[in-house]
């Protein structure tokens, strides 16, 4: 196991350092330098700034400087289209309240979707299990772009009931159709797996031979099949994870939320490159860690997989 | 004696067989058929063009660009005035293109890779797919909306970005099934004989892996054209006057708060179609050809 977790973490550590480097060039290979503008500076006003921020150095110093900001102070350099904050100050605003939502919308979509996939697969073919699958299947096609607009059409301009964007302080009104309009797809597959996973596992013999042992039927599913049945969830856990966060930039737009995606698209659409390389790079990170975190709850729990 | 010959039954006629016995996949094929119909052959229906701006609605969309036979737009106009028909067609083809191309570049590189990374083995297969490993733990879509906007918008640029991610999967899926075959007796045999290295992947392992690869390459389709939706959704996309579902369901989810709700509707109901199909269509082919159920 110990060998295992030392293995998995020398895929994790190039694996950051090559998304670093790869952004870090695309950055660079981007037309125009970040203080190249319609009014030109005069040269030499321009090689005093590049000299200060260090852009007139060779490409692999600027690099390992970058690096080096990153890795042991955690900094991730100025912005350069908002000239008064820094990278780390922007991302600061925006990610407790991404991570807020993203929580809440990644649990509700674990439980709910768990327990759905459950239940249907304990009561198959009947009226709860086609209620399950049908959920399932319709909500693939409602991904959180779909959902976010249907949801304030029915909720807030057609029922009035929950207002239609903005953060509030997290207030829980202002929360609800974030948390639905991410999670639902995630909902669907976390349900599908985990029905077809159950149904796997009551069809094998051990849950026969605790049926023939006469258990009850809550002992055999709560006590014999639900661990096993909850194993292949977790290796996409991690993936419902990156598709959260990536949605959360949808989010952020459509309800105003003022997470980490409005600084994420705002930059992209200013060519703010040193937001978006920071972003790009701390979400990159987390899922990393995330996928790592997967991978060791994965092998820790199935005895069966040896690597 | 019997000279009748017994007909052989293909594994491709069987398969064919098993699928039109599928309901849902039979529906689903002939609903993505009337689509793709649909959006080549209605513009010669349209009256406006895509880009064409209907002066008298421009700017009370809300009261006159509702959809409407006797106006010419049958599925109403956007905020400019734009006929939605004509522009839902087009982000229609944009959006059908983007996603059949995504996966055709996926089935190439992932089959080719796969295929060279499981029968080759050895050391060559481990470096292969700690490539795949590091590349998947990779958030792609922010590395492509970087690539977007540091080389410019284009739909160039959005297909390499989107193949850049798309094989991964595949060439995974390809390279699972590559290892199984490889220890047949049949590949055994081949190489017995003298058969090339080259001539065996081609004749006898990659035609066994074209059920699988079709099935994933069926359900690759909407990935593709959601993970473009998803882009174009925000912004970063396709540009004016092109147009895609993502576009245009982003326009209708921006427009509602001023009951304009076909704006909304009209990309809907085609997106929601024909990524309905697909799934069908990819289950149906699934229970056609994956040999695990026989």
């Known amino acids: 196991m110990l060998n295992y977790t030392f293995r998995r973490m020398l895929v994790a550590i190039p694996t950051l350092l090559i998304l670093i480097i790869v952004s870090f060039l695309l950055m660079h290979a981007a037309p125009g330098g970040p203080f190249t503008s319609e009014r030109p500076l005069p040269a030499q006003v321009l090689a005093n700034i590049n000299a200060k921020y260090g852009l007139d150095d060779p490409l692999y110093v600027q690099l390992w400087e970058y690096l080096q900001g990153i890795i042991f102070h955690f900094d991730f350099g100025p912005s350069f289209q908002r000239k008064d904050q820094t990278v780390n100050q922007i991302m600061a605003q925006g990610f407790p309240i991404t991570f807020i939502y993203g929580g809440l919308s990644f649990i509700v979509a674990t439980l709910v979707g768990g327990t759905l996939g459950i239940v249907a697969a304990v009561r198959q073919n009947t009226i709860i299990d086609y209620f399950a699958v049908g959920v399932s299947i319709g909500a693939q096609v409602l991904p959180n772009f779909v959902m976010a607009p249907l949801l304030v059409w029915l909720f807030t301009l057609t029922l009035g009931w929950l207002p239609g964007g903005g953060w509030n302080g997290g207030h829980w009104p202002n929360l609800i159709m974030p948390v639905i309009a991410l999670s639902t797809s995630y909902m669907a597959s976390i349900a599908r797996i985990t029905r077809s996973s159950m149904l796997e596992v009551l069809n094998s013999n051990y849950i026969r031979t605790a049926r023939a042992k006469g258990l009850p039927e809550r002992t055999v599913i709560l006590r014999h099949a639900l661990k096993p049945s909850l194993v292949p969830l977790i290796s996409y856990l991690s993936v419902a994870f990156v598709g959260m966060i990536t949605g959360s930039v949808v989010i952020d737009i459509y309800f105003s939320t003022g997470g980490m995606g409005v600084a994420f698209v705002n930059s992209a659409l200013n060519r703010d490159y040193s937001v978006m390389m920071g972003i790009t790079i701390l979400i990159g990170a987390l899922t990393i860690l995330f996928a790592l975190l997967a991978d060791l709850l994965y092998a820790w729990v199935d005895p069966k997989i040896r690597y | ?294």
């Open chain 2, 1 to 294: 004696m019997n000279t009748t010959e017994v007909k052989g039954r293909s594994l491709w006629s069987d398969a064919r067989r098993r699928f039109f016995q599928n309901k849902a996949a039979v529906a689903g094929l002939i609903a993505l058929t009337l689509i793709v119909l649909i959006s080549f052959i209605g513009p010669f229906f349209a009256v406006w063009s895509n880009e064409e701006i209907d002066w008298d609605v421009m700017g009370s969309a809300a009261t006159l660009g509702m959809p409407s036979f006797a106006s010419g737009h049958y599925f109403g106009t956007d905020d400019l005035g734009r006929d939605l028909y004509s522009r839902v067609l087009q982000g229609t083809r944009v959006s059908l293109m983007v996603g059949v191309i995504g996966a055709g570049i996926s089935v190439l590189v992932g089959t080719v890779y796969g295929t060279v990374a499981g029968y080759v083995g050895g050391r060559t297969d481990q470096v292969m797919m700690r490539i795949v490993d590091i590349l998947m733990s990779i958030p792609f879509m922010f590395v492509i909306i970087l690539l977007l906007v540091v080389f410019g918008r284009s739909i160039g640029m959005l297909f390499l970005g989107i193949g850049l991610l798309s094989w991964l999967d595949m060439s995974r899926i390809v390279r699972g099934q590559t290892l199984t075959l490889k220890n047949k007796e049949f590949v055994e045999a081949a190489r017995a004989t003298g058969v090339s290295t080259p001539t065996i992947i081609r004749r006898h392992i990659v035609p066994n892996l074209l059920g699988i690869v079709a099935i994933y390459a069926t359900l690759l389709v909407p990935a593709m054209i959601l993970t473009e939706s998803f882009i174009s959704f925000l912004g970063l996309g396709v540009q004016e006057p092109l147009t895609s579902w993502g576009a245009l369901i982003s326009e209708g989810a921006g427009t509602i708060r001023y009951d304009t709700e076909w704006q909304l509707i009209a990309p809907l109901i085609f997106f929601v179609i024909t990524l309905f199909s697909f799934f069908f269509i990819g289950d149906g082919l699934r229970d056609a050809l994956d040999p695990k159920d026989r």
